[in-house]
């Protein structure tokens, strides 16, 4: 992890990325800007923000990428999506899913042919910016509730997670594997 | 932020089928939609029967990812809501809450819940004593709060102006009382009585 993101303090709505305001001025060292958000509220925001492209843009000024984008994007522990995302398959949606009504349970919406959707180990389908910030939180797939790990290894799952979304230090277990498949 | 083209959805979706369900959601008012006025009609064979509960909702800034707030407006007398406050013991209301869920689905629970108490889990410590103690007090104060408080809005503007009308008052009297009363037909009857 770069030192830059390690400093981090803020997140800067212009540049997309953390910065580290060099004064109590609270502007951004790239751009100037004083559009920025303490790095946890940041977070919290896009969390809740992500499928919403309306209010994104009214945060932003501009059409907004959803909050895994963004850090794909911008962040270089995000470079590299996560095992415990990674281990969720993707599946693309068929003309079979469109034609059978599927929608997304969490917004609601049909899934549109030819696009990914995650599958949880009990089959059921969301869109990644849906199910991302459910998981988290929980352990558990919204529908049934099935749980994706033994209870006691739920904490466990959501340290990883938290950690991969949090963009201080202390990652050290950014390559630890963790299955979201609890059949093993 | 709370996810509002999903909201909309749900609202259509859940008035859709009102006359089968019983089940309604409004926005309070049009400049929002994270207050809502839920509706949903007392369960058959319950002293709720017969009765039209209004149950507040407000949408937390993470719904679907956090449960709505729901609190009833219309007084009731059940052992799980408080009689006081209206404040609702559901556990999807709470930490069982989960996306998948939606306002349609939870204000069903609400209405199953009318059918079902738990006075194991109460809201209202007195009321499920009574209903612990005392079933058939219990049946006729909650079958009595059900006519004094749940009745009333069970009719639509329409048919309360009709009612009045039918019984000598002028129309546009009639609704400008009913206004002035927030559509109390037994406030407006007192004052077209007394007026």
Known sequence: MSSSVNESTHWCYRCRQPVRPPTLDLICPSCDNDFLQELSEALGNMQSHSRDRLAQSFYTGMPMLGLSEIYKQRSPIFLNPHPAIEAMPSITITRRHVKSGLQCPVCQEDFERDTEAKQMPCNHLYHFDCIFPWLVQHNSCPVCRLQLRPESNGSKIMRALISFFWPFGGSSDQNTQYNLDSDD | ?195
């Open chain 2, 1 to 195: 932020m709370v996810d509002f083209a999903r909201v909309q959805k749900e609202l259509q979706e859940c008035n859709r089928d009102f006359e089968v369900s019983g089940i309604k959601v409004v926005p309070k008012s049009d400049a929002s939609l994270a207050h809502l006025l839920g509706t949903i009609t007392g369960p058959l064979g319950t002293p709720y029967e017969g009765g039209t509960f209004k149950i507040d909702i407000t949408l937390p800034d993470g719904y679907p990812f956090e449960p709505p707030k729901m609190r009833f407006a219309t007084k009731v007398w059940h052992p799980n809501i408080s009689s006081q406050s209206g404040a609702i013991c559901l556990d999807i209301l709470k930490d069982q809450w989960s996306p998948a869920l939606t306002l349609k689905t939870a204000l069903l629970s609400v209405q199953a819940l009318l059918s079902a108490p738990e006075p194991d889990d109460p809201q209202d410590a007195v009321v499920a004593q009574q209903y612990l103690r005392d079933y058939p007090t219990f049946m006729g104060t909650a079958r009595y709060w059900t006519e004094a408080f749940a009745r009333t809005s069970s009719l639509g503007v329409e048919e309360k102006v009709q009612k009045l009308v039918e019984m000598g008052f002028p129309d546009a009297l009639v609704r400008s009382t009913l206004e002035s009363v927030e559509g109390d037909e037994n406030m407006a009857l007192e004052k077209l009585c007394s007026g």
